[in-house]
């Protein structure tokens, strides 16, 4: 593609070259008559004013092969910058496009673990305490959230989350059924996630923080005549969150058993579970509500992808 564009460049550039005098001395006045672009009494000019075509010193009032000179200088220089910009620009999009096709942990250069010293301390004090399974439950509760969102159906998802975050999320979704607007969250994938770090608080709660990415498309349509207002239904966004999960301090974790486990596949038939597995399987109905033993979504912010590799 871009070969193509600067074998075009070129010949372009040739003719234009050989047939700029051509123009002038059609035209057939000379050196002296007319004024050329960048006159600056009087008319307009390129740098501001009214456009190039009009007043009493543009390029269009003149007559002289000067101007004309002037004007295949400048057309030569526009066409060198529009295809530099364009060349580059199909450089820029094939590199952006590049980059979100590769995973964090390609465009990290390292795996994405862990704190595993966050989790050793968690786990002195909750033996129980299994991350895999963890991560695989706050994959569960990302996607129930974005589909009770696109769906406005907050009050499925009250359990998930604390009352603050709940209410928070609540009013903010208010505004989209007031507005009769739907913020439409689809084709939602979680790409990584990892335990970042573990704040225990003996007073009160403790604190589990939870890096995610994920890709989804996000746009938003007017209920009533289904037009798109806002965003691309067709572009893929990539996006990177920081959870924290609370939980109250003297709260352990209860012994698995394989009815128990709550994970990305159902716990009931091994399906795996998508973003319209709200509260129960889509293929066997089994309950996926969680018990008060879990931890609970205190806050929910987008930062840097550059998170995922401290």
């Known amino acids: 593609m871009k070969k193509g564009i600067l074998v075009f460049a070129t010949i372009f550039l040739v003719l234009l070259f050989f047939l700029a005098p051509a123009v002038d001395a059609g035209v057939g006045n000379s050196e002296s008559g007319g004024s050329s672009l960048i006159d600056s009494g009087g008319g307009s000019s390129w740098s501001g004013g009214d456009s190039w075509s009009g007043g009493s010193s543009s390029y269009s009032s003149g ?18 910058g529009l295809l530099y910009n364009l060349v580059k620009g199909t450089d820029d999009t094939s590199s952006s496009s590049n980059e979100l096709k590769r995973t964090t942990e390609e465009r990290a250069g390292k795996p994405i673990q862990n704190n595993l010293e966050a989790i050793r301390q968690l786990k002195q004090q909750d033996p129980n305490f299994d991350e895999e399974r963890f991560l695989s439950q706050v994959k569960v509760i990302y996607l129930r959230l974005q589909s009770a969102w696109t769906e406005k159906d907050w009050a499925s998802v009250r359990g998930l989350e604390s009352p ?15 507005a009769k607007t739907t913020n439409v969250l689809e084709r939602v994938r979680v790409e990584n996630s990892k335990i970042k770090d573990f704040y225990p608080n003996p007073q009160g709660h403790d604190r589990l923080e939870v890096i995610l990415s994920s890709t ?61 597995s709200v509260s ?22 987008v930062v840097d992808e550059i998170e995922f590799y401290k």
Request: net charge negative; hydrophobic share 30%.
């Open 63 to 80: 007559s002289g092969s000067g101007s004309s000179g002037s004007f295949a200088v400048v057309v030569i220089g526009g066409v060198i």
């Open 164 to 178: 603050s975050l709940y209410d928070q999320h609540s009013t903010q979704l208010q505004e989209h059924i007031r």
């Open 216 to 276: 989804m498309r996000d746009y938003i349509r007017d209920d009533e005549t289904g037009r798109i207002i806002e965003g691309d239904p067709t572009k893929d966004l990539f996006t990177v969150y920081r959870l924290n999960f609370i939980r109250l301090h003297d709260v352990k974790t209860e012994e698995v058993t394989k009815t128990d486990i709550l994970s990305d596949h159902c716990p009931n038939c091994g399906a795996p579970l998508t973003i319209d």
């Open 280 to 301: 129960k399987c889509e293929y066997c109905q089994a309950s996926l509500v969680r018990t008060a033993q879990d931890w609970l979504l205190d806050t929910y912010d």
